[in-house]
């Protein structure tokens, strides 16, 4: 499944329902009816894409796919899925951005209204999904950006019932026509959060009291739609609502409630990023494979040339990576719960990681297509401006590299290699030479994998933390069922209470695959170099610094799944260790930032040197992923 790149005219889609495969074969069918010349003049030109929307009406594609099953008025082909609606993001990045963003934000739009107990607001969303409607989030604004603490959208009291709501909001996705625009604000008679004060210390319930989220309507009188702020066929709006009347049964969320409904509408929202990445990549590669193998350069096809077989292999490899992981993450995103939350570690991965290698391939192709992909009648130009644009949305990837990292000590140390911490207890471990390091770190992994569990069922502290990991298997999830619980999340902190299962296993498990052997080496050093030269306390409120130390750390997690997807699969090992191959590398880039940043403490600089391998060489397994990309050359393009 993962392999072969996804061509629209011959998938199936039969993991899915039969009324699923219908309308994710309608939308495939209707942008080949459409074809690619229209798709390219409707970009070029800025069209809005009302007759997109008229079929998104038609077939009613947005009320099936996102209405929760509890709003479903009994249709028992509504649900939230969140399968179906990553391979619905899938294939929308795959035409254009800009379906796929009109999509997106009306997902967005519609969490604070799914997250709220206003059931008159609920039952307004599924009868405006129904009609064809699309939504809007009204978060953002252009002075503050995220900080969504210092917002200037104002509500005052009104002395005949609800609110008079005053100000500006900036970046909101169909704002132009969207009829329910979830808009976060604050009232004018409560104080407001010192934004800055709560970085060093967490408010408390009752400062949160004046925020809330209410809905508007872009088509009434007091809002002012401004403009489109970019040049684009999507239309990203900046609105004021000036003196616009807020009711009591326009208020979705209050106090620290609103706060919540925001992070957990990004959590379920960002997700679909990475998917419209792939199908982007996926289209992309088809148009410079095509191009590359058909084009005779000196007498050589330009996929012969070798610089350009390594920027094929390592793009097709890359891409593998990213629809293993992501087709992973699906399946624990669907079986979260209050007790398994570890959905917010591989979400925040999927739109950070997956979106920038994406970028990646976009790159390396354009250096295999070259002119050919500036050229007016080709997707890939419309492909290269998404793909720059995707890492960026919902929020940077700072931000959520920083939100990784909540979870770095959790994942690589507790429960299952907690004792390996000693280290740091060991005199000189911090510059000891690599070899000795490495020795006394496999004693205290090996020491905390085999007495630690028995320990645990005598000592309650122990044994809670090994309850605290302890989850049922997660198996795949393309079963037609509503997603509910991703519309109660519940509170958005508590992050360092979170476990994770040990890693170990599904790494050890291809220790076959030479580049998993060394990747895995290398995260063992990691270990090592965390227990034995833990961050400072100036390092920890250092962004640039704990970045370095998230790229290393987030790769772990990151090939954790690919490997549970492989396995799934059983996708071919020299995929995996082409893959792997780039890891390693990749893996020793970040060891010397590492090392080089000028905070870095000596035992820091020491320890980051042992992280540096290289991969070994395979030249038959280069061929044999080589010949897999080659081999999709003109296997799918796009109607004319």
């Known amino acids: 499944m993962t392999e072969a790149l996804f061509n629209p005219k011959t998938a199936d889609f039969a993991e899915f329902d039969p009324a699923t495969r219908r309308l994710l074969r309608a939308t495939v069918d209707w942008f080949e009816a459409r074809g690619k010349a229209a798709l390219k003049r409707d970009d070029r030109d800025r069209i809005w894409y009302s007759e997109f929307l008229d079929f998104v009406k038609r077939e009613r594609v947005f009320a099936t796919f996102l209405t929760p099953a509890a709003e479903a008025a009994g249709d028992p082909d509504k649900r939230w899925d969140t399968a179906r609606i990553a391979m619905m993001s899938k294939i929308l990045g795959f035409y254009g951005m800009s379906y796929w963003y009109v999509w997106q934000v009306t997902i967005l739009g519609l969490g604070p209204i799914w997250q709220s107990d206003n059931a008159a607001a609920r039952r307004r969303a599924a009868a405006g999904l129904d009609s064809g409607e699309i939504f809007a989030f009204g978060l953002s604004e252009k002075e503050h950006g995220a900080d969504v603490y210092s917002t200037d959208m104002v509500l005052d009291p009104d002395p005949a019932g609800g609110y008079r709501a005053h100000g500006a909001k900036h970046y909101i996705g169909n704002g132009n026509l969207a009829r329910m625009v979830s808009v976060f604000g604050r009232r004018a008679d409560k104080p407001i959060i010192d934004s800055a004060q709560a970085l060093r210390t967490a408010p408390g319930e009752d400062d949160y009291e004046g925020y809330l989220f209410f809905v508007a309507d872009s088509q009434h009188e007091n809002y002012r739609l401004r403009r489109n702020v970019v040049d684009s066929q999507m239309y990203v709006a900046a609105f004021d609502l000036d003196d616009y009347p807020v009711a009591e049964e326009d208020i979705l969320h209050r106090g620290a409630a609103a706060f919540h409904a925001a992070m957990n509408t990004v959590n379920v929202g960002k997700f679909n990023l990475g998917f419209g990445a792939i199908g982007a990549c996926e289209h992309a590669f088809h148009e410079a494979i095509d191009h590359a193998e058909h084009r005779i350069l000196f007498g050589h096809r330009v996929t012969e040339f070798p610089q350009v077989r390594t920027l094929v292999t390592e793009s097709y490899a890359r891409l593998a990576g990213m629809r293993l992981y992501s087709e992973r993450a699906i399946d624990y995103l669907r079986s979260a719960s209050p007790e398994d939350r570890r959905y917010l570690l591989f979400n925040a991965i999927e739109k950070m990681t997956v979106t920038r290698q994406g970028q990646r391939v976009i790159e390396d192709l354009a ?29 940077t990837v700072h931000v959520n590299m920083a939100l990784s990292l909540k979870f770095m000590a959790n994942y690589m140390f507790h429960p299952a290699d907690a004792g390996l911490a000693a280290l740091a207890l060991v005199p000189g471990a911090g510059t000891a030479p690599s070899g000795t390091v490495r020795a006394v770190a496999g004693a205290l992994s090996w020491s905390s994998r085999r007495l630690t569990p028995t320990m645990g069922k005598l000592v309650p502290k122990l044994r809670a933390e090994f309850g605290g990991a302890t989850y049922r298997p997660i198996g795949t999830r393309r079963d037609a069922a509503d997603d509910e ?113 000028p905070n870095a403490t000596r035992a820091q600089q020491v320890r980051a040197i042992d992280l540096v391998r290289r991969p070994v060489a395979d030249a038959a397994r280069v061929e044999r992923v080589l010949a897999k990309a080659r081999a999709e050359a003109g296997a799918y393009r796009m109607n004319p």
């Open 367 to 395: 250096d295999v297509i070259a002119a050919r992909g500036f050229e007016n009648d080709m997707y890939f130009p419309m492909a290269m401006l998404g793909l720059f644009g995707l890492p960026r949305l919902e929020g």
């Open 485 to 597: 619980f991703l519309f109660r999340q519940g509170p958005s902190s508590g992050l360092g209470r979170i476990r994770f299962a040990d890693w170990r296993p599904v790494f050890d498990g291809f220790a076959h695959v030479p580049n998993v052997a060394v990747f895995l080496d290398q995260v063992l050093a990691l270990q090592a170099l965390l227990a034995a030269a833990t961050p400072t306390a100036e390092q920890q409120r250092d962004v640039d610094f704990l970045f370095a130390l998230g790229e290393l750390f987030t790769a772990v997690p990151y090939a954790q799944l690919i490997l549970e997807q492989a396995e799934v699969d059983g996708t071919d090992p020299a995929i995996i260790d082409q893959l792997f191959d780039g890891f390693v590398r990749e893996f020793s880039r970040n060891a010397l930032t590492l090392h080089s940043k």
